[in-house]
């Protein structure tokens, strides 16, 4: 009887998952398939050669363009990532121990106000800002603080790392705050009973359990960032560009699929290794509850 | 010697007066607890102890210094909270090391205390263990380790049994018990269990609404209640109005279907005047006669109204002619001694000594 019950709600599960299975399937798993047999495939001139190679593999190792793409688009993905973070963390903070429990809410809302523009929009606003006689500029200029408008903040990698950092903040400030909140304040007395500062006690008890978000975090911000195109094409300027721009031009324009399927699975192997080399890392405080 | 002095705390939160003038000095080595119903102050007061709330106005002094502006991380105080506050991502041995970062020994003199401080709460061997995967009386011991590794001067304990089931809760009240007078240590305690405060305590502050209802020793709280709050929050207790006609060192009492009593001053702890009073008698004290039975004690006849038995124990209540509500008595059940039903006529003895007058 136990047995005919398992099997009963075994097959009631697999119905109720099996909608969104497929659609995994159909809008997840079989793209990528497609993209990573097209990087085994060649293109010879208008069509398509179905032989199976590493060639474009050992092609796209080979040329310094890609790899230093690659590699600066990881160092871009990282510097907005870090960025990120060490701004998100601060205000999680302050929302989760220092706002009123009845407000917290409305402040969350608060956080999520950008996210009703467009992202494109934003990208576009923050060119107005940063440009040479951006909001920035002007205000500078007008106080008299600088003589000349400062052209490092716009159309280089600088600009896409502060344009990225704005636009990721609330994925990064939530899992933040949801692993501070989940912190027992009871905790926080133990220690300063037990002899430690405000300080020390951040540093013992309440950064090292907030460590499952801060990992969440860097993982939901590095990911996307890495394949974002349209910041860098936006506001990157020749020096800003990163790897998912070229992935896009070898479809688009240079009408090479497989190379620009090649690029994509480099570069989704890279962001998987840097992501679980992190994890392997942040190991210590990931363990859950025993 | 007096290690802790509070003349005067009072604290408002808002509107709300959380402490009331509370006066009260507590002895080296004592086990005082603090006995209340929930919302009477009884953690605040052991949190302005610690630290964690400032006193409002008055002053705490322990071991002659005072507190003000001291925080918990200075006080020679050092706390049990009640949901063991034991870190989730340390291991048993590192939250007992806790607060030994700073201590001045070697490496291997912090690993000797944490052992022995293991040892001392019957952990040992237990230091690698995670601290996730421990049981609640577990983790009530490690937290009690966590503590006393320090030698606090004083050890403040939040209602540490009380998430504890029965049988692990009476066992851990006598390893308490044993425990403080091992390490000799001034213990305080908080709870609402007045079975835990009676068994544990040389002394107990019972609190009603921020202030001291009433401090003294179990026995003379449970025997000599200042006023019926006391005496209701205290074990069982019968309530009968009776009018004082005579006072001095023999009172003169009418108390109502027991007639006229004559009582020692001591018989009335929370002092007395002529007129109304109310009476209290404990179950205990009154018993049934059962058949054939005679004694040379006072008398009263009454019918039994309910019989609640309890194994050890059966408790009856009683109608008494003249009085409202049934009388409640409790009977040792011993060998012969059989079970009434309800409805049986009998009589009740009682003594003019189990009396206490008590204040409004």
């Known amino acids: ?290 | 010697m007096t290690l802790i002095q509070l003349t005067g705390v009072n604290k408002h939160f808002g509107d709300y007066h959380a402490l009331r003038d509370i006066d009260l000095e507590i002895q080296q080595g004592e086990f005082f607890s603090l006995l209340g119903p929930s919302g009477c102050g009884k953690t605040t007061l052991l949190r302005t102890i610690a630290g964690f709330e400032d006193v409002g106005t008055g002053a705490i002094r322990i071991d002659g210094r005072d507190m003000k502006g001291v925080g918990p991380n200075l006080r020679p105080t050092n706390m049990v909270f009640q949901s063991y506050a034991i870190f989730p991502h340390l291991s048993v041995a590192e939250n007992v090391g806790f607060g030994l970062r700073r201590a001045d020994m070697t490496r291997e003199e912090k690993t000797r205390a944490v052992g022995q401080a293991l040892e001392m709460v019957g952990l040992g061997g237990y230091g690698a263990r995670a601290a996730n995967a421990l049981s609640g009386g577990q983790r009530q011991r490690v937290a009690l380790a966590r503590a006393l590794i320090l030698e606090p001067k004083v050890l403040l304990l939040d209602e540490p049994l009380s998430a504890l089931d029965k049988k692990i809760r009476e066992q851990m009240q006598v390893e308490l018990i044993k425990l403080q007078r091992e390490v000799g240590i001034t213990f305080i305690l908080v709870t609402h269990d007045q079975e835990e405060a009676l068994v544990m305590s040389d002394r107990i502050a019972v609190m009603f609404d921020g202030g001291i209802g009433q401090m003294d020793d179990p026995e003379t709280l449970y025997r000599r209640p200042k006023s019926k709050r006391v005496a209701e929050f205290i074990g069982m207790m019968n309530f009968l109005d009776g009018e004082v006609t005579q006072t001095g060192a023999r009172i003169e009492v009418k108390v109502q279907g027991l007639g006229r009593c004559t009582v020692e001053s001591e018989q009335a702890p929370g002092g007395v005047a002529p007129g109304p009073v109310g009476i209290g008698i404990r179950p205990e004290t009154l018993s049934l006669l059962f058949e054939g039975e005679t004694t040379t004690r006072k008398q009263v006849d009454a019918v039994v109204d309910e019989v609640v038995y309890y194994g050890d124990m059966t408790y009856y209540d009683m109608r008494v002619a003249g009085i409202d509500k049934p009388l409640t008595l409790s009977m040792k059940n011993l060998i012969g001694r059989p079970v009434l039903d309800v409805g049986t006529e009998t009589r009740v003895a009682w003594d003019e000594r189990s009396l206490v007058l008590l204040g409004r």
């Open chain 1, 1 to 290: 009887m136990f047995r005919k019950r398992l099997t009963d709600s075994g097959r009631r599960g697999l119905i109720l998952v099996s909608p969104p299975f497929l659609y995994g399937v159909l809008l997840l798993a079989v793209p990528l398939a497609t993209v990573l047999l097209f990087s085994f495939w060649t293109q010879d001139y208008l069509t398509i050669d179905t032989s199976f190679t590493f060639a474009n593999y050992s092609e796209a190792l080979a040329d310094p363009l890609y790899m230093q793409l690659l590699r600066g688009s990881l160092l871009i993905a990282g510097a907005v990532t870090v960025a990120t973070v060490l701004l998100a963390f601060p205000i999680a903070y302050f929302v989760s121990f220092h706002v009123q429990p009845s407000r917290k809410s409305l402040w969350l809302f608060l956080i999520t106000i950008p996210f009703w523009t467009s992202y494109l929009i934003r990208v576009f606003l923050w060119k107005v800002i940063l440009g040479y006689n951006g909001v920035l500029n002007s205000s500078l200029t007008g106080l008299g603080l600088i003589d000349e408008p400062l052209s490092f903040i716009l159309y280089n990698a600088n600009a896409v790392v502060i344009t990225l950092a704005h636009a990721f903040a609330p994925f990064a400030i939530l899992p933040i705050f949801v692993a501070l909140e989940k912190i027992d304040r009871s905790l926080l007395e133990a220690s300063l009973d037990l002899g430690e500062t405000r300080l020390t006690t951040f540093l013992r008890v309440t950064l090292p359990l907030a460590m499952p978000g801060v990992v969440a975090a860097v993982l939901i911000v590095f990911i996307p960032t890495i394949g974002d195109y349209v910041t860098p094409r936006l506001v990157g300027g020749p020096d800003g560009l990163m790897i998912a721009n070229m992935i896009q031009t070898q479809f688009l324009k240079l009408n090479n699929a497989p190379m620009g399927a090649t690029l994509a699975i480099l570069a989704m192997l890279s962001v998987t290794a840097v992501s679980l080399a992190f994890i392997w890392l942040n190991r210590r405080w990931l363990r859950g509850p025993r």
